[in-house]
């Protein structure tokens, strides 16, 4: 249903951003652990890389119906 | 015609005079038409009915005047002879000679009407004047001629029975049968005192000579053989009795004649014996008595003989009248009859003259001896006298006193006788002396006599002869009749074995022809009867068909009835199917709870398609969205309650579409749902237009379209959505569609069901 698509969409936003979120704290953490000596900015880093390509990704799913996707054809010899 | 006329006139006349509009003028010439018509009418009827009564006067008048005239008119005008029979009375052919007729009659009833009137049967009077006027038609002709004539007659008239009227001297007598039928015996009777000619009867007769048919002709023709036969049988009855009469008669006479001989003789011998035997007185006296006895019977005898020769002579005139009328009969079988009468009366006045002549010799040889006694008793008289003179005591008989003479009477007696005897002498000598004279006289006389006798004797004999030859040549006619008979018999014989030749022959043809003309007469009542039967036959099977063709023609038009009653119901009944299809499919719209679908259409709609084969049905079944069919659509109230799901949901896109997609906009969209408060559901204006539409209004109308159920223009509100909350409603409005589509497939499928149900409902 259409009307579910949003919801659905907003979930996998959701999902997802919390994932990449995640993905993104985990990566800050260890980043930050790992590389950066536990300093709190790779886990904002992460973190925000997380939200942001959450945010793109969610965005994006949201835009998806409205971008305009060309295919390229072979010309007709 | 006239009337007509005036009529025109009249009306031209109105036509002209009506313009100038008086009425007074139009009153003027009405009774003008009405007397003047009246008038000249009335005066043409009279006119005809005077000249039609004249015409029919003057042609009765005429008919009563000509009867030939009044016959051609009874047979060309029909109903005349009933006219004329009222105007005149009944028409005959014979009624203008009835006094030929009646002198026809006239002659033979007299001839035979005396003889008639002896007879008591009265009735054979008419058979009698029937067989006379047979025959005083033909009396002239002579006896073999008219019966040959007769002959060929009655043979021409049998031959030619067709239309050939018989020849008169046949027709004649037949009329005068006729006659003799129609005339009644007082009118007989009557004729017969008129004295008529025998010319008179073989005038032509001046009515026509009418033909009387063969049966007609027969029974004359047996009729007359009747007559005939009647009339031999009357007439040998008479002669035998006659003959009867005259022979017993005639024998009496002859035997009394005879008798009266023998007496005379007896008489004469008496009376010689009586002169010459001079005997005994008692010898003599017993001789005068027998004498006397003698003289009594021959006188009685003479009478007796008179007598009965009277009667012979007058029954042999009797007979002989009876010969003489039945000679005149022209009945041919009489004839030997006659012929033997005639033999016997002559052979009877034969003997009957022999008898008289010989009592008449007898006689004359007693009257000469009765004259010699009478000498003899003359002279002993006159001796007596002379004795008596003489001797006058002597008495008269003298012979009984023989024994009582005297002397003297003896002597002068005896002189007496002397005397005489001298005077006898005398005479004697005179009479030798006149002997001769006497002889001769005598002679004479005797010749005289003798020649009188010998004439009567001639003459009787003369008349004997005659009438032996007239009877032999009665009987020598007889014969050659009867040679003639047997030969006309022969002739006619042949004559009529050729006639039964040439009948057989003309009957053979005729009987061809006949057959012919049956068979032809047959064969066209056949062919008449044939087709008449064809006729009707073909009537009847014409009818038949007829009949057949309605009856058929109503059989198929009951058939065709009740197949469009069938083909009616059947449409009736597919109507309700289709209807209870439809409503099935109605029902299976409307079979779904709030949230859920339908049922799907799929078998109401195959119930559809399989319950009629009507086209719209099918296309319109056809036209069902396939998701409805397959899936079911969501009912009103599932869309009502999803729409109120998603009015939110799109409050809260509102501001998102393809430009502004950012989920920055998303932020303020959601911002802005929260924060814009809409009328929940607002009444949608009539006329919208698209600048006025901001998706809550849009959403607000669509609500109140919704919950007024109109969901129809609820889609189209929703329509009106761009963007981000046109893509959330969009499954919305798909459903929408479907069910709206659905719903209007399905309305129109039960308009049309309720449509086709009505059009084949019937009304009672």
Redesign the interface.
Same mark, same amino acid.
């Given at each position: 249903?259409?009307?579910n698509? $949003?919801g659905k969409k907003w979930d996998r936003c959701l999902a997802d951003g919390a994932v990449k979120i995640g993905a993104g704290l985990g990566l800050g953490i260890v980043l930050s652990v790992v590389f950066f000596k536990r300093r709190t900015w790779p886990i904002s880093f992460g973190l925000g890389t997380g939200l942001g390509m959450a945010?793109s990704n969610?965005?994006n799913d $949201?835009?998806s119906?409205?971008v305009l996707h060309g295919r390229v054809k072979e010309q007709e010899q | 015609m006239l009337r007509l006329s005036v009529r025109v006139a009249d009306a031209a006349a109105r036509r002209r005079l009506c313009q100038r509009g008086p009425r007074i003028i139009l009153q003027h010439s009405r009774p003008y038409t009405e007397g003047n018509t009246g008038g000249s009418a009335a005066k043409i009827v009279a006119a005809g009915l005077v000249s039609l009564g004249g015409g029919i006067g003057g042609t009765v008048l005429y008919a009563k005047w000509d009867s030939q005239f009044r016959t051609t008119v009874e047979k060309n005008v029909p109903y005349s002879d009933l006219l004329f029979g009222l105007a005149l009375g009944p028409a005959t052919s014979l009624d203008s000679t009835p006094t030929k007729k009646q002198l026809e009659l006239a002659q033979p009833p007299s001839l035979m009407l005396e003889e008639a009137n002896s007879s008591k049967n009265k009735a054979k009077k008419v058979k009698k004047a029937e067989v006379p006027s047979v025959t005083a038609a033909t009396t002239p002709a002579s006896n073999i001629e008219e019966a040959a004539a007769e002959a060929s007659h009655i043979i021409s008239a049998m031959g030619e029975v067709p239309s050939v009227p018989a020849p008169q001297d046949s027709e004649a007598p037949k009329e005068q049968c006729e006659e003799c039928h129609q005339l009644s015996p007082p009118e007989m009777a009557l004729s017969s005192e008129e004295p008529s000619e025998p010319g008179d009867v073989l005038t032509a007769p001046e009515e026509p000579l009418k033909e009387r048919p063969a049966e007609e002709v027969t029974a004359r023709i047996a009729q007359q053989d009747q007559a005939d036969q009647d009339t031999l049988a009357f007439v040998s009855d008479k002669l035998e009795d006659s003959l009867a009469s005259s022979a017993t008669t005639t024998l009496q006479a002859i035997a009394a004649q005879e008798a009266a001989l023998q007496a005379i003789l007896q008489h004469t011998q008496k009376l010689k014996e009586a002169m010459e035997t001079e005997v005994s007185a008692e010898q003599r006296s017993s001789h005068w008595k027998d004498l006397e006895d003698a003289v009594c019977a021959r006188s009685r005898n003479v009478e007796e003989a008179g007598a009965a020769l009277v009667q012979a002579r007058a029954s042999l005139d009797s007979l002989r009248a009876v010969v003489e009328s039945a000679k005149d009969s022209r009945v041919a079988a009489l004839r030997p009859m006659v012929l033997a009468a005639e033999e016997n009366l002559h052979s009877m006045t034969v003997d009957l003259d022999r008898a008289v002549d010989k009592v008449q010799s007898v006689e004359s040889e007693a009257k000469i001896v009765s004259q010699y006694s009478e000498l003899v008793n003359e002279a002993k008289q006159q001796f007596q006298r002379e004795l008596s003179s003489i001797t006058p005591e002597i008495q008269a008989n003298w012979k009984g006193l023989s024994g009582t003479l005297s002397v003297d009477d003896l002597n002068a007696l005896i002189a007496h006788a002397h005397r005489r005897i001298d005077q006898l002498n005398r005479e004697m000598a005179e009479q030798r002396v006149r002997e001769q004279v006497h002889i001769e006289a005598a002679l004479e006389q005797q010749k005289l006599e003798d020649q009188k006798a010998l004439e009567k004797a001639v003459s009787l004999a003369v008349e004997h002869n005659l009438e032996r030859a007239r009877l032999e040549q009665e009987r020598k006619q007889v014969e050659l009749r009867e040679v003639m008979e047997a030969e006309m018999r022969t002739q006619l014989r042949r004559q009529a074995a050729a006639h039964t030749d040439h009948l057989r022959d003309v009957l053979k043809v005729q009987e061809q022809e006949l057959q012919a003309e049956a068979e032809e007469v047959l064969s066209s009542k056949m062919t008449e009867q044939e087709t008449r039967y064809r006729q009707l036959t073909q009537e009847q099977l014409d009818n038949f068909t007829l009949d057949m063709n309605a009856a058929y023609a109503r059989l198929k038009g009951m058939e065709e009835a009740i197949d469009s009653h069938v083909i009616a119901e059947e449409e009736a009944r597919k109507a309700h199917q289709l209807w209870l299809s439809v409503e099935a499919l109605g029902y299976t719209l409307r079979s779904s709870s709030l949230d859920s679908l339908t049922r799907p259409l799929e078998p109401a709609a195959q119930a559809i398609r399989e319950s009629c084969q009507d086209e719209f049905a099918v296309a319109l079944a056809a036209a069902l969205p396939e998701e409805s069919l397959q899936r079911g659509v969501y009912s009103e109230e599932s869309l009502r309650a999803r729409f109120n799901a998603l009015r939110s949901l799109a409050r809260r896109v509102a501001l998102v579409d393809e430009s502004h997609n950012s989920l920055y906009q998303y932020f303020l969209s959601y911002l802005q749902a929260a924060l814009l408060f809409e009328e929940r559901q607002e009444a949608p204006p009539a006329k919208i237009s698209s600048q006025d539409l901001d998706p809550f209004k849009i959403l607000s109308y669509a609500s109140y379209s919704l919950e007024q159920g109109d969901l129809e223009l609820a889609a189209k509100l929703v329509n009106q959505l761009r963007g981000e909350a046109r893509r959330v409603v969009q499954d919305w409005l798909v459903e929408a569609r479907l069910t709206l589509e659905t719903k209007q497939v399905v309305s129109l499928l039960s308009a049309y069901a309720n449509a086709v149900g009505l059009g084949t409902t019937q009304a009672p």
């Open positions: 249903m259409s009307e698509e $949003l945010a969610c965005q $949201l835009r119906h409205y | -």
